[in-house]
């Protein structure tokens, strides 16, 4: 058989066996980054189970953020599969906003767009801290790999004022019957609606922008109702309750509530958690409202309690947000998301004391609230606008996730085939992540430039945690000392190369070899290998994808020479089969025709 056709046969049996996972795992959450675990005033040490706050966000590692500076101007985040535009650029209107991502060409891209409020979240960090001037502040960005500023107060601008947009507009309207698109601030750690008219200055509001490109899919949920009151969002592996907690909780009894719940395993399990902030945003149906669907911002399948005059809880994450509370309170807050309205006490007119009930900031808004305390002491909520203080918040339940496990390649070996003039790759890996599939790459001997070998590229499976196991053959231009390598791509089009194995094609004999005789055979041949020294020698027959058919010997101790082992194949089909023969230190393959 040709190298060509072999090629082919591994080619179409790979690709046709690896389309069913590519699509597995599209919607990651990345981590908080929250390491700290607090009370309700401050910091403290990770209480233990039986302790009061046990079970709150930095006692639940999830998806930690891994970006990579890609050296043009953009950063490729290997756990979303989505790339951003290191730098923001200037303030502008959403309008405008919106029109620059056609222009943009970043990195040589073309596809950049403007991000959903899901794919814009994804980038915040929970190690953030907004003080009173830039220098007492910390971004809720990670600025090691993304261009950031606070707000210019030499301007009249507040430390806050640096928010980002979202494409993601919401379906109602804010304050004043405003048309408006969420956006995250990166300076306060919140999401919030802001309305595309200016209403201070006039005119459309300013604020700034962060293309991204990838993995489209990102930010869109896959739920299915398993019948037991769970329903599980196949895109990002979490299993909810479909009931809330149905009552109010502060943060602590909240954090407790969720224990008692897991003492009584209930619904059938014992390890359900607060979500964090991130995977409580992610269930949030940016497409509802209770003005436009009489309803909270969350699928219908899910059962959201309601809490009387149109509107619906807030639901308590397991993050601290370290904004704090007025001084009058002491204590921390904690972070919620608004599956009603984002409400708050607005004076109507403005600088009068007729205070009147406004969605200030729209349905799937974050904020946060004081951990403890009582709400009668915020008649009139808090922050410029009012925001609704309620402290007595919701709780939804939440179980595993989807972990992302990056493309672990376990082993890399190259073989020749004299009577063929021919090299066989082969290569596995124990997982994958939106593994798009790789590139052999292969130079000659003396260290001349890394080339792809034309037609050589494998398709990936996609996301797995299964082994998974690779050949290619190549038929190098001559016979030589050559060197390979993989270069494996993700879908995001992220890459990164394996280590490099050598290979001797024809020049100089093989030291290390084996034979079949009779080959072709019938039903039975006999195995002649020969070894330069002794060493532990493992005799193997495989299919032509590399999967053990037969183990002659394994790791046994022969000495140097020549050694025959006869062998039955009556069960076998025929067919084409590899012979192979591997010590620690060196392989070689022949080829064996059954008929």
Request: hydrophobic content about 35%; charged content about 15%.
């Amino acid at each position: 058989m040709k190298p060509a056709l072999v090629h082919a046969i591994f080619f179409f049996l790979l690709f046709a066996t690896s389309l069913h996972a590519q699509y597995d795992s599209t919607y990651y959450i990345v981590d908080t980054g929250q390491q700290q675990c607090y009370n309700n005033t401050g910091p403290i040490s990770a209480p233990s189970s039986s302790q009061a706050f046990y079970g709150q966000d930095a006692q639940h590692v999830g998806n930690q953020p891994q970006y990579v500076d890609n050296g043009d101007g953009t950063i490729s985040d290997p756990v979303t599969g989505l790339m951003w535009v290191k730098d923001r650029g200037s303030k502008m209107s959403w309008e405008l906003a919106k029109a620059g991502a056609a222009l943009c060409s970043v990195g040589g891209y073309a596809d950049w767009r403007m991000p959903t409020i899901k794919e814009l979240y994804s980038l915040i960090d929970f190690n953030g801290k907004s003080g009173a001037t830039a220098a007492s502040s910390v971004a809720y960005i990670d600025t090691a790999y993304f261009d950031f500023a606070f707000g210019n107060t030499s301007i009249g601008e507040r430390v806050i004022d640096c928010q980002d947009w979202s494409s993601t507009l919401y379906v109602h309207f804010t304050m004043n019957n405003d048309s408006t698109a969420f956006g995250v601030n990166f300076a306060d750690g919140r999401i919030k609606g802001y309305p595309l008219p200016d209403p201070m200055l006039g005119g459309r509001k300013q604020m700034y922008v962060r293309y991204v490109r990838g993995n489209t899919s990102f930010g869109i949920n896959s739920f299915v109702d398993n019948n037991d009151s769970t329903i599980t969002d196949r895109a990002t592996g979490l299993m909810w309750t479909k009931a809330d907690s149905r009552g109010g909780l502060n943060w602590e009894e909240a954090l407790a509530w969720v224990q008692a719940k897991n003492a009584a395993n209930y619904l059938g399990y014992s390890d359900w958690r607060l979500p964090n902030a991130k995977e409580l945003q992610s269930i949030v149906d940016y497409t509802r409202s209770p003005a436009t669907t009489s309803s909270a911002a969350i699928d219908p399948m899910f059962f959201a309690s309601s809490i009387g005059g149109g509107e619906y809880p807030f639901y308590w994450s397991s993050t601290t947000h370290r904004e704090g509370p007025p001084t009058s309170q002491g204590g921390d807050y904690a972070a919620y998301v608004c599956f009603g309205r984002g409400a708050g006490w607005m004076p109507q007119p403005p600088n009068s004391q007729n205070y009147v009930l406004l969605d200030v900031h729209g349905a799937g808004a974050q904020r946060s609230d004081p951990k403890a305390g009582d709400p009668a002491n915020y008649p009139y909520g808090h922050g410029p606008q009012g925001d609704v203080i309620r402290i007595y918040n919701y709780v939804r339940l939440v179980r595993g996730g989807n972990m992302y496990v990056p493309v672990e390649l376990s082993s890399l070996r190259a073989a020749a085939l004299p009577a063929e003039r021919a090299v066989l790759l082969e290569w596995s890996t124990e997982s994958e992540t939106q593994n798009l599939g790789f590139y052999v790459q292969r130079r000659t001997g003396d260290g001349q430039e890394w080339t792809d070998v034309p037609g050589s590229f494998t398709p990936g499976y996609g996301t797995t945690t299964e082994t998974r196991n690779y050949t290619y053959l190549d038929a190098p231009p001559h016979d030589g000392s050559w060197e390979y390598r993989l270069r494996q791509v993700d879908t995001d089009g992220t890459q990164q190369f394996s280590r490099s194995v050598s290979v001797q094609l024809g020049a100089v004999p093989v030291a290390m070899s084996v034979a079949a005789s009779p080959n072709p055979a019938s039903s039975n041949t006999t195995l002649r290998f020969t070894l330069p020294e002794a060493a532990a020698v493992t005799l193997s027959v495989t299919d032509l994808l590399g999967r053990e058919i037969l183990r002659c010997c394994d790791a046994e101790y022969r000495s140097a020479g020549t050694h025959t082992l006869p062998v039955s194949m009556q069960h076998l089909p025929r067919g084409m089969y590899l012979i192979r023969l591997a010590t620690k230190e060196s392989s070689t393959i022949t080829r064996l025709l059954l008929q």
